[in-house]
């Protein structure tokens, strides 16, 4: 009967399939302006500025400690002098860090436990290995 040959055929468009004319190309990027590669984010770089060492003075003598040491000997400091909002922050770090302390896991018996059986798991795979090459010993080598 009377087909229309300049008719596209039907492609499937819907959840996860885009028309084929806005798909990607191969090789082009989705963000061609996106962040430059080797660009460091934000949480690097604080934590490249809080390692950078600092000469301080201590008691009359100079030392050298990390930015970060500095910077909450300075707090505590401030707090110890009766500064609420410093006496706030410390406290707030304090618990920060007791959290933490808390959520990790202490070397105990679990991890001693749990150690060693993956210990002897290794050791039994390794016998069952040592094993299976005293059978083939037997057996002379065909090559």
Excluded: C, H, W
């Excluded at 959840?15 to 460091?40: A, D, H, I, V, W």
């Excluded at 970060?68 to 000997?73: I, N």
């Amino acid at each position: 009967m009377g087909e229309t040959p300049d008719k596209p055929e039907k492609s499937s468009v819907g959840y996860s399939q885009p028309p084929e004319r806005t798909r990607f190309k191969p090789g082009q990027s989705g963000n061609p302006r996106g962040r430059p590669k080797g660009s460091l984010n934000m949480a690097t770089v604080l934590e490249r500025t809080l390692k950078e060492k600092v000469v301080v003075n201590e008691n009359g003598k100079r030392k050298v400690v990390s930015k970060l040491e500095a910077a909450v000997k300075q707090l505590a400091n401030q707090a110890a002098s009766g500064q609420p909002r410093a006496m706030q922050l410390l406290t707030t770090l304090l618990r920060s860090a007791e959290d933490r302390a808390i959520a990790a896991p202490a070397p105990g018996e679990n991890l001693e436990d749990a150690d060693t059986k993956v210990f002897l798991g290794i050791v039994k795979r390794l016998e069952t290995y040592d094993k299976g090459d005293e059978e083939n010993a037997d057996e002379p080598e065909t090559t």
